[in-house]
């Protein structure tokens, strides 16, 4: 991978554009989210790991309010309504689910509009779509595709660019590298990395640790929908010292 897939310097100590006390989520009866405490500092990517199962898509879902939860989500400093997606989403703050969510039988133009149906200025519209194109020039070429006939890679640039149409204040991507190639997968990373040295907080689910730590300037590990550890990626020197905290 390029060296351009650095991390951006760390903002933690910055006060929090996204944080959650005691955020807990439940299907039915079964509690799959315990008490989680995070943050995420103004211009962060902080990554969230953990195996299947520990409740990492869960996370992603509690904080937009798509799932039954209880606690406390802040954006900016405000409490952010619960259960209350649409109102979570107006903040800007944009999730690419598992599994990418995008519109198969429709056009990646179509598919590029829909992420952007909030805005009403087209200008701005405008704009979006152009950087998206920039960032993703695959898309560009194939704007009348119908997104389900593009391979993964390309279906996951839609989904990312998508997103950007909604004009995030902060992302969350739930495994972007899933089912997808190791250089195809690092283009994405790279522009997600991209994004975030431009300001953007990212919270980016995976399960392919090496790739989020080469992005990430805060790690949460999650187990069995606890936070087991936060880390600094930089104190990570090997897969053991991962393991360690995954088995602790
Ligand atoms: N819709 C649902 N209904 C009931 N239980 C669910 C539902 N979605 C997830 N769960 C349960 O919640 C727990 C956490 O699941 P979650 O999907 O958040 O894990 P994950 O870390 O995202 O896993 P993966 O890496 O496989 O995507 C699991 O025990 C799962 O079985
Ligand atoms: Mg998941």
Redesign the pocket.
């Known amino acids: 991978m390029s060296p351009s897939v650095a991390a951006a310097p760390t903002t933690a100590a910055s006060s929090p554009i996204l944080s959650t006390t005691g955020l807990s989520a439940s299907?039915?009866h079964?509690r799959?989210l315990h008490e989680v405490d995070i943050r995420v500092g103004e211009g962060e990517l902080v990554a969230v790991l953990?195996?299947?199962?520990?409740?990492?898509?869960?996370l992603l879902r509690a904080l937009l309010g798509l799932v039954a939860n209880s606690g406390e989500v802040r954006f900016r400093g405000a409490s952010l309504p619960r259960q209350n997606a649409v109102a979570v989403a107006s903040r800007g703050i944009v999730l690419v689910p598992?599994g990418r969510g995008i519109f198969g039988p429709m056009s990646v133009a179509d598919n590029l509009e829909l992420g952007a149906y909030r805005l009403h200025d087209k200008a701005e519209f405008a704009r979006r779509r152009e950087r998206v194109l920039t960032l993703f020039p695959r898309l560009k070429e194939r704007l009348g595709q119908v997104a389900g006939s593009m391979s993964g890679g390309e279906q996951q640039m839609l989904a990312i660019g998508r997103a950007l149409m909604a004009g995030p204040q902060i992302l969350l991507l739930d495994?972007p590298s899933l089912g997808l190639a190791p250089r195809v997968t690092g283009e994405i990373l790279e522009t997600l990395g991209l994004l975030n040295r431009e300001g953007l907080a990212i919270v980016l689910v995976e399960?392919k640790a090496p790739l989020a730590l080469k992005l990430a300037n805060r790690v949460y590990l999650?187990s069995l929908?606890r936070i087991a550890a936060e880390l600094d990626p930089r104190d990570i020197t090997s897969h053991d010292d991962l393991a360690q905290h995954y088995f602790a």
């Open positions: 299907y039915g079964a799959a953990g195996p299947n199962g520990a409740g990492k898509s869960t598992e495994e399960q999650l929908g």
